[in-house]
């Protein structure tokens, strides 16, 4: 099977960027993997907002899917430290303890999906390790997979949507 994990974060971009990014990506389902989905600087994305407007304006499914979220302890030590070397290793034990991906029934997702969370970026943030580790787990079941992250390039005089693949 053919399948897109996406990745995409909402700092940074409008509601209209965020929506033509997952429209232009052929998204079929947000999977939320944000710990706390309610704060005042999530805007669109607050819940119940997103799911309202995914559902009805965008027509894409979402999901909330805790077990990808890191604790509240491990965003805390990041913060503090910065290390993302020792964030990475704990984010991926933490999911090996979960059993993530195997715990996740996975099977009733679509095949196209968006892991989303508030950093704008993929590079340090735990959506693109999640991500990972779903491809590499669903390319060992013999499905073609694509990561592809879904960010806003800001150049001087305009903003550009772009989907970096990898």
Same mark, same amino acid.
């Given at each position: 099977?053919?399948?897109?994990? %996406?990745?995409?974060?909402?700092?940074?971009?409008?509601?209209?960027?965020?929506?033509?990014?997952?429209? %232009?990506?052929?998204? !079929?389902? *947000? *999977? +939320?993997?944000?710990?706390?989905? *309610? %704060?005042?600087?999530?805007?669109?994305?607050?819940? =119940?907002?997103?799911?309202?407007?995914l559902?009805?304006?965008?027509?894409?499914?979402? *999901?909330?899917?805790?077990?990808?979220?890191?604790?509240?302890? #491990?965003?805390?030590?990041?913060?503090?430290?910065? +290390?993302?070397?020792?964030?990475?290793?704990?984010?991926?034990?933490l999911?090996?303890?979960?059993?993530?991906?195997r715990? #996740?029934?996975?099977?009733?997702?679509?095949?196209?999906?968006?892991?989303?969370?508030?950093?704008?970026? =993929?590079?340090?943030?735990?959506?693109?390790?999640?991500?990972?580790?779903?491809?590499?787990?669903?390319?060992?079941? %013999?499905? +073609?997979? !694509?990561?592809?992250?879904?960010?806003t390039?800001?150049?001087?005089? !305009?903003?550009?949507?772009?989907?970096?693949?990898?």
């Open positions: 099977m053919q399948r897109l994990v %996406g990745t995409i974060g909402f700092t940074g971009k409008s509601a209209e960027e965020f929506f033509a990014l997952l429209r %232009g990506a052929g998204v !079929e389902c *947000v *999977v +939320d993997v944000r710990q706390h989905r *309610v %704060g005042q600087l999530s805007g669109y994305a607050k819940h =119940p907002d997103l799911e309202f407007f559902k009805k304006i965008a027509k894409i499914a979402y *999901v909330h899917e805790p077990l990808l979220a890191p604790t509240v302890e #491990l965003r805390k030590n990041y913060q503090e430290s910065k +290390d993302w070397a020792a964030y990475e290793k704990e984010y991926l034990r999911l090996k303890e979960r059993r993530v991906p715990a #996740l029934g996975t099977s009733s997702w679509p095949k196209n999906i968006a892991l989303l969370c508030s950093e704008p970026g =993929p590079e340090k943030c735990h959506r693109r390790l999640a991500a990972e580790l779903l491809a590499l787990n669903w390319r060992a079941a %013999g499905d +073609d997979v !694509e990561v592809r992250h879904l960010v390039k800001c150049g001087k005089k !305009e903003r550009k949507l772009s989907i970096d693949s990898n």
